[in-house]
């Protein structure tokens, strides 16, 4: 298959992969709120969870990583992780507590983000370890919650699998978004100096 170079091209397998799974958003939502089917809106959200590394695997084995592809794959994930959120809180499928939480910390980061890089004009850094981690085990617990308030054969094992990476994902999220303090701080410096 040809290589294509860094920057070259919007339309790359990564970002077409990016963008199916932002198109089965529109499905999640149907599932959940539109046929009241926990357990499938649950694998599904899981499956779009589970896949998200594909779409890095593909730019690095295949030579296509873009900027566009750096930006667009964590924003997709936010759109994805947050919609979810705020669809299982109208659906009343897990613990509200739980859900503004993690909805609160998303927004607050997200909205730091955003103003730090356009107003203030902050370099871009990369998400850390940890932050991928929370957002790894959260994503987990959202589909675990849904699973859970569902029917589906064995759905209270799921509610506790939800709970047990649900709450070190939530402080892990927390303590993130603290540690991301400091490189935004320097991130706006550094965006300052060019």
Known sequence: MKEVAATSSLLT?????????????P?????????????AAGWLLGGLGATDWVD??????????????KIFDPTVDRVLFVVAIVATIIDDAAPLWF????????VIVASAMVIATFVFHMQRFDV???????????????????????DF??????????WIVGI????LSYYTAVAYIPQIRDGIRAGRRD
């Open 168 to 171: 070190p994902g939530l402080v």
């Open 56 to 69: 890095g695997w593909l730019a690095r084995r295949l030579s296509q990583t873009s900027e566009f592809g």
């Open 153 to 162: 054969p064995g759905h209270q094992e799921f509610q506790l699998a939800a």
């Open 13 to 25: 397998w990564p970002n077409l992969f990016t963008l199916a799974r932002l198109l089965c958003l």
């Open 128 to 150: 850390t370890y940890w932050g991928k981690a929370a957002t790894f085990w959260l994503m987990f617990a959202i589909p675990g919650f849904l699973l859970g308030a569902s």
């Open 99 to 106: 859900l503004v939480a993690v909805l609160v910390r998303e």
């Open 27 to 39: 499905l999640f939502l149907y599932l959940l709120l539109g046929q009241d089917n926990r357990a």
